[in-house]
């Protein structure tokens, strides 16, 4: 099933959100109450480590990253190769090989990746390489830079060992195909054009890194580059608080800083929920924010393994493997109206 339809008809599959929704969805309830409600189901939770958690439904994903932390691998290792699981998935339409094109028809990759150090590593516009966060790890490890684009990230790569490969597959090609025919350049909900992976991994040290992978926006301008290679927007890593990942309309996670204003707040004292309900109520709350018409979601973790994921719409979940359990779990969101 694709991820997209999966989700549409996802239902909630975990107890603590369950418990917790139904706590945030009592009309009776002040929200004063509520959040004290909510809080106090995720801060006195006690989470054996490792964990993983990730954006969208990608079991797959994050039971590759878990193989690697069980066996007693760090948090980085486990965010690349779980992320490189979705890059090489074809039918997932929004990420490395098989990632839905530009309106031009080209694919192109955005990626980085942070490690418990704070160093990190992106990519933007890249083109021809499946595992664009494999080439961000490059790029933090053996460059002395943080970002490389386009055709010099493309080279780097090769010079790097990385074979160039079309990425364009015929179900997304004729994907494109279909959407030239009217060619609406709307940027909407995330139902259907786009979601990113992100990940985020606690090691058994307690060491946290993250990354993140995308072919962006469908039908971009050419060029358009958006939130996921932008270390503070699309992902941000602090090993002493916890870390941060984003999806959604990356123009919007830029223009509030958002990954890095998630672990800012929890810093300040707010769960991995509060601070991403915070930073989504920043966007949602701009005079004349246009939020009925665009998604963003986030998920984060602190450093005792606190989980906490919220959007602007429904049908956002995130997937958890925590304690031998591999599960997707449905975000709590905005707008209810
Ligand atoms: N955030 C990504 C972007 O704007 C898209 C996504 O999350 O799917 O490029």
């Given amino acids: 099933m694709k991820r997209r339809n999966f989700i549409k008809n996802a239902s909630l599959t975990s107890v603590g959100i369950a418990v917790g929704s139904s706590l945030l969805n009592c009309a009776d309830t002040p929200s004063e109450e509520k959040k004290t409600a909510t809080a106090a189901l995720t801060t006195n939770a006690k989470t054996p480590l490792p964990l993983v958690i990730a954006t969208w439904h990608v079991i797959d994903a994050t039971a590759k990253a878990m193989e690697i932390l069980q066996a007693g691998g760090n948090a980085l290792d486990a965010v690349e190769q779980g992320c490189m699981i979705e890059e090489a998935n074809e039918k997932g339409q929004s990420v490395g090989k098989g990632g839905l094109p530009d309106r031009d028809g080209n694919v192109t990759l955005d990626a980085c990746i942070m490690d418990k150090h704070g160093n990190c590593g992106s990519v933007v ?19 002395p830079h943080v970002m490389l684009a386009g055709e010099g990230a493309k080279q780097f790569a090769v010079t790097k060992g990385f074979k160039p490969e079309d990425l364009l597959t015929d179900a997304s090609k004729e994907a494109w195909e ?3 025919i009217e060619s609406k350049y709307k940027p909407i909900i995330n139902i259907e054009n786009h979601d990113t992976i992100g990940m985020l991994a606690i090691d058994k040290n307690g060491d946290i890194s993250g990354a ?14 958006g939130d ?10 602090d090993n002493e608080i916890g870390a941060a990942v984003a999806t959604g309309l990356g123009e919007e996670v830029v223009k509030t800083v958002g990954s890095f204003l998630v672990v800012e707040l929890m810093r300040q004292g707010k769960s991995p929920q509060e601070a991403c309900e915070e930073a989504i109520s920043r966007i949602v709350n701009k005079p004349n924010s246009n939020y009925k018409n665009f998604q963003v979601g986030y998920i984060a973790v602190n450093k005792q393994g606190v989980t906490g994921s919220y959007s602007i719409h429904q049908w956002f979940s995130m ?7 591999n599960e997707q779990i449905q975000s709590d969101y905005f707008n209810k109206t």
């Fill in 125 to 143: 516009y890249l083109q021809d390489i499946t595992h664009a966060v494999s080439v961000a790890r490059k790029v933090m490890e053996e460059t």
């Fill in 319 to 325: 997937t958890k493997f925590n304690d031998g359990v």
């Fill in 212 to 225: 993140c992978t995308t072919s962006g926006l469908a039908y971009k301008m050419g060029g358009r580059v």
């Fill in 228 to 237: 996921s290679p932008i270390i503070g927007s699309g992902l941000f890593v």
């Fill in 178 to 180: 279909k959407w030239k």
